[in-house]
């Protein structure tokens, strides 16, 4: 997929949309934590999961307030890279750039199955048997920090 470059750049995080890690709770503080660390500069999202929301495609320079299980914006983030591929096909450092501490595509891609195939994504997606395989299409995004909040 072809990256746009995203013109307008608001710094209000309130006037942002919001960047939620998971669902709120444990992983999303983990994941939140590990953002604000520097250790998690990529995220992987599912194609189905935009979809469903109705969502678009994060855009290159577009930026997002991080949001915490609260609800809070903590962060202004910025997408530096989007791509839309098959699962299969990620790759071993964006794995370990996603800060989790995956040292194999093997290991990223069970801890994401294990997500992925939860009850609470499976009732998101409205489909008690959804099932990842390596043709499943994910969204595949970079990103960083450009400030911390409160």
Same mark, same amino acid.
């Given at each position: ?39 998690? $500069?990529? $995220? ?86 959804? $099932? ?19």
């Amino acid at each position: 997929m072809e990256q746009t470059e995203y013109v307008a750049r608001s710094e209000d995080p309130e006037s942002l949309k919001p960047l939620a890690l998971a669902f709120p709770g444990p992983l999303r503080d983990q994941l939140v934590a590990a953002v604000l660390s520097g250790e998690k $500069t990529s $995220t992987t999202g599912l194609m189905v999961a935009f979809e469903v929301e109705g969502e678009e495609l994060p855009r290159v320079g577009e930026r997002w307030a991080l949001i915490d299980s609260e609800e809070r914006p903590v962060a202004v983030v910025e997408t530096t890279e989007v791509r839309v591929l098959p699962v299969g096909e990620i790759d071993l450092q964006f794995a370990i750039d996603e800060g989790e501490g995956y040292t194999t595509v093997a290991e990223w891609r069970a801890s994401h199955e294990r997500f992925w195939h939860g009850a609470e994504m499976r009732e998101f997606l409205g489909d008690p048997e959804f $099932t990842v395989t390596d043709a499943t299409m994910a969204v595949a995004e970079r990103f960083e920090v450009v400030r911390r909040l409160g």
